[in-house]
């Protein structure tokens, strides 16, 4: 079993930045495929950065590249999304997932353990 638990969610105005935290405990962290999702109201959750077990591998969603960073300290057992220059389609409830054999994967259907989320909100 993993324990997600993320931090860091709240107010921002639009071009601000955000840093988001997800700590972990329970099984090894350092074999876990970590990720980021959100989800909007009335929208489905949609993958927004994920990480390989030993950070050297990252992908993200087309929305958000060159914007967001995602990195992971397997000493700390955390990961980490820094959220530069927000918009505020980036408004909405940000989960932490992990998964041993997601393989970056952006499915969220994939993935086994969540945080219970926090939120972000993105003013105009």
């Known amino acids: 079993q993993v324990q997600l638990v993320e931090s860091g969610g709240g107010l921002v105005q639009a071009g601000g930045s955000l840093r988001l935290s997800c700590a972990a405990s329970?099984?090894?962290?350092?074999?876990?495929?970590m990720a980021w999702f959100r989800q909007a109201p009335g929208k489905e959750r949609e993958f927004v950065a994920a990480?390989?077990?030993?950070?050297?591998?990252?992908n993200y969603a087309d929305s958000v590249k060159g914007r967001f960073t995602i990195s992971r300290d397997n000493g700390k057992n955390t990961v980490a999304l820094q959220m530069n220059s927000v918009k505020p389609e980036d408004t909405a409830v940000y989960y932490c997932?992990?998964?041993?054999?997601?393989?970056?994967?952006?499915?969220?259907?994939?993935?086994?353990?969540w945080g219970q989320g926090t939120q972000v909100t993105v003013s105009s």
């Open positions: 997932a992990a998964d041993r054999f997601a393989y970056g994967s952006t499915a969220w259907r994939e993935y086994t353990y």
């Open positions: 990480i390989s077990w030993s950070g050297g591998s990252t």
């Open positions: 329970g099984r090894a962290f350092s074999t876990l495929t």
